[in-house]
């Protein structure tokens, strides 16, 4: 459907356990909710954790999602010596339970429409970094994160690193993002109202 429906509420023991689970023994978590597909880019996230496993070894990375490409990306995760810290967990049910545990939500598409798992980190109060395709760049701003260049490596890893070390711009950008996300072009019977004008309007034109 049209619009992001609000994230359920997750029992905050819950969100603190899988954190747990999934930081292992690091210090940051960056979660991307995507599709195994060539167009979401996931081998150019594979690319971004390689570079940054030296520079940031706290770093824990988590991919939520299954599609055609899981395990040749799995494959190139092992072959660049990044499967330790970079986890793919398939599909879930409730992708806003990582979405909370995340300190930063992490989409490296080729190209987007609107990607609504943006809003779904914003309603968790999880900033987002995406690269720069057509919708990202409607939704994403410097308050709530960073939009570095489609298949830029050196620049996506930079932003990451840029919000995950800096702890106040962090926990500013998750309060800004927690308020965009209860803005009306998000909420779906907002959405769907718009779309019926729209609708309604075309049908208008034509009768």
């Known amino acids: 459907g049209l619009g992001v429906a609000p994230a ?17 023994d690091g210090d940051r978590l960056v979660v991307t909710v995507a599709r195994l597909l060539k167009q979401k880019g996931i081998d150019v996230l594979v690319d971004v954790v390689a570079r940054l496993q030296d520079s940031h070894p706290g770093y824990r990375f988590a991919v939520v999602g299954d599609g055609p490409e899981r395990n040749a990306y799995e494959a190139l995760a092992r072959a660049k010596g990044v499967d330790r810290i970079l986890r793919f967990v398939g599909r879930s049910e409730r992708p806003h339970l990582y979405l909370r545990a995340a300190d930063l939500f992490l989409l490296t598409s080729r190209w987007e429409a609107l990607p609504f798992t943006i809003v779904e980190a914003f309603q968790t109060g999880t900033p987002a970094v995406a690269t720069a395709c057509s919708g990202v760049v409607e939704l994403i701003d410097d308050q709530v994160g960073a939009t570095p260049p489609v298949g830029d ?50 049908a208008r034109r034509k009768g």
């Not at 997750?10 to 930081?23: G, Q």
């Not at 932003?159 to 500013?172: E, K, M, N, Q, T």
């Open 153 to 202: 490596v050196p620049a996506i890893a930079a932003a990451v690193a840029r919000i995950l070390d800096d702890g106040p711009l962090r926990h500013s950008m998750a309060a800004a993002a927690l308020a965009r996300s209860v803005e009306d072009r998000f909420r779906p019977d907002w959405v769907h109202a718009r779309f019926e004008e729209t609708y309604r309007a075309l």
């Open 8 to 24: 359920p509420a997750d029992d905050p023991a819950e969100v603190a356990a899988l954190r747990d689970e999934l930081l292992v």
